[in-house]
């Protein structure tokens, strides 16, 4: 039940930005083993100089075209599978637009599921939903 929230420059192609969405949803479908139509996502267009990065963080060079990507998700996946995630996001990215592994920043925000989500017809999506949702497929 992954929520993304991705901030990225306006002057980037409306077709960068669909890239962008459609290779972090693929990039879960993967590594987090989230269902296909599992797709939240919100794209926050901004202006260049609402935008604050050090050119230079960690020995990471960063440019004009930095994206951030904040992911909220329920907690129980690995180290590892954090990692394969990330890897998965930035050469997926990379591999479809302009913008550079090196300005591809993912911030995860886990919390414990159940009570925290509400998808809809304001009801906390408990156990039973995600019963319902596995059998169905």
Do not use: C
């Not at 590892?80 to 637009?97: G, H, M, P, V």
């Amino acid at each position: 039940m992954p929520f993304v929230r991705i901030s990225l420059p306006k002057k980037l192609s409306q077709e960068t930005k669909e890239n962008i969405s459609i290779s972090i949803h693929e990039s879960l479908i993967q590594e987090f083993n989230i269902p296909q139509d599992d797709y939240f996502h919100v794209i926050e267009e901004l202006e260049t100089s609402q935008i604050k990065f050090p050119k230079s963080y960690l020995g990471i060079t960063h440019s004009e075209n930095i994206i951030y990507v904040q992911i909220t998700a329920g907690q129980g996946r690995t180290k590892e599978q954090k990692t394969k995630l990330y890897a998965q996001i930035a050469t997926r990215i990379s591999n479809t637009t302009e913008i550079l592994k090196s300005d591809i920043i993912i911030i995860l925000l886990e919390n414990n599921g159940g009570e925290n989500w509400s998808f809809g017809n304001g009801e906390i999506q408990e156990q039973k939903h995600l019963k319902q949702l596995s059998n169905n497929q």
